[in-house]
């Protein structure tokens, strides 16, 4: 019996080294793994630093750029205002403004019939101003005359008298209309919020 008590301890101990080597193999290899993780996340880590990095540089430099268009906007913004003063000042040249009623480009000479009217402020209106409508009249426009209007914010230039008219007849347009010598010359677009 005691020799089976020997051998049952003997088997017993070997089950028991046995175990203790693939418990011992398992914690190394979940050692190895987490290890390998820690050092996934790690570099995870310095990337995600990296993106952060390169968007604020990007932010900055976007922020450096609209200034920069803010300005140049400003400055174009100052310098339109700057020639309007101007050239409502050059003999010769009359400033006004108004609504295209008609285009007529039969014959020889190309005539608008034109509503004037005058944009003036008016802090209790709902848009801060208000539209005084004046006379209307037919007038001439010199053949070599300046068409411009909104397309969304930025004024378009419209090349021909007819394709002028198309525009104008789409919806009532408020122009700066630039007269010389009883003629129009140029027919800019007025924005009107």
Known sequence: M??????????LLVLLVGCTKEEGAEQTATTKVNGDLEEQLSQLNEQLIESENKI???????????RDENEAYNELH??????ENLLS???????????????NTGGATITLEVKFAEKKEDNEAPNG?????????IVTVDLDANYFILKGDKLQTIPTADEFKE????YDRFFNIYIVENKI????????P
């Not at 604020?56 to 609209?66: D, F, G, I, Q």
């Not at 010359?185 to 009107?192: A, C, H, N, P």
């Open 89 to 103: 000042r050059v003999p010769g040249i009359n400033s006004r403004q108004g609504f295209v009623k008609d285009v």
């Open 78 to 83: 100052n310098k339109i205002y700057i020639m």
């Open 129 to 137: 101003f208000v539209i005084e409508e004046q006379e209307t009249k």
């Open 167 to 170: 525009a104008a007849n789409e």
């Open 56 to 66: 604020k540089e990007l932010y900055v430099m976007l922020e450096s750029r609209a």
């Open 2 to 11: 005691k020799k089976l008590r020997v051998i049952y301890a003997g088997i």
């Open 185 to 192: 010359v140029m027919l800019t677009e007025q924005y009107l």
